[in-house]
């Protein structure tokens, strides 16, 4: 993949780090990040200017993203990140994972000119609030895409299992030494060495954290199904159940 960037140190750093680091160490991931000052022909290097019409702040240029943009490093399709885009989700990371690659471009500023906009394949956006350019917004798609990727976490069980996979539930809790803080322990059911229990168990927290914390979800996976109201009853969540099955009635 690539990334088009007029601070590409932001990228090649935090791709240097932790487990983006040792994805490109072994070869599983590769971004080639172009600096959009390169694509300039005057002195100052110059990527933006004031917008035609008037208004506040600068604009960046068309030419030099062009110029950028046909560079043979440049990998369709070409993304553009900016607030108007569509809200970036686990569905479209693992469908950027599945490509052989794809270009990022990352905003400065006011945003693009527009005849920039209708240059890429699409626009994405990693939420509903402004940063002050796309750096971010390019690592947070590059990580959420490469994380997916065959043999790049070490635990390859560890991508299925988290919040956002296929059935669009969060993750179960998870607990770790010591077995007691502050009268808070550990679950039993953790403890037992049933591995059957334990999975029935933290099915179980899964829905009831989405229901709890995204009801949204809920919707948007068509509601819950008669065996998983089947294990909400199992562990006592009768009550969460009717709440939430009220709330939704009245909404």
């Known amino acids: 993949m690539s990334v088009i960037t007029i601070f590409p140190q932001m990228i090649e750093q935090y791709l240097a780090s932790s487990v983006m680091g040792r994805a490109t160490k072994r070869e599983l991931l590769e971004v080639t990040v172009l600096d959009l000052r390169s694509f300039t022909d005057d002195p100052h290097r110059s990527i933006d200017d004031a917008p035609y019409g008037g208004g506040p ?36 990371a693992r469908a950027l994972s599945s490509l052989a690659g794809f270009t990022l471009v990352c905003g400065r ?12 394949d699409r626009l994405l956006s990693i939420g509903d609030f402004v940063l002050a350019g ?4 390019a690592l947070v798609v590059i990580e959420a ?16 299992d988290e919040s956002f996979a296929d059935d669009l539930l969060l993750e179960y809790p998870q607990y ?19 591995h059957g229990e334990v ?7 899964r829905l009831v954290r989405t229901m709890q914390h995204r009801p949204d979800l809920i919707e948007r996976r068509g509601g819950i199904s ?3 109201v089947e294990i909400l009853h199992r562990y006592g969540y009768d009550e969460l159940l009717h709440s939430f099955d009220k709330e939704r009635f009245e909404r």
Do not use: H
């Not at 796309?134 to 917004?137: R, Y």
């Not at 999975?199 to 927290?205: H, I, M, T």
């Open 57 to 92: 702040g600068m604009l960046m240029m068309a030419e030099p993203m062009l110029r950028a943009l046909s560079d043979p490093r440049v990998v369709a399709p070409v993304i553009g990140l900016s607030p108007i885009g569509k809200t970036f989700d686990q569905v479209d």
């Open 109 to 120: 500023y006011e945003g693009f000119d527009a005849r920039i906009e209708e240059r890429c």
């Open 134 to 137: 796309g750096e971010l917004a």
């Open 145 to 160: 895409t490469a994380r997916l990727l065959e043999g790049v976490l070490g635990n390859e069980t560890s991508a299925k």
């Open 176 to 194: 770790t030494r010591p077995r007691e803080i502050d009268g808070a322990a550990v679950p039993e059911v953790l403890l037992s060495g049933d």
């Open 199 to 205: 999975d029935r168990w933290r099915y179980a927290q």
């Open 226 to 228: 008669e065996k998983e």
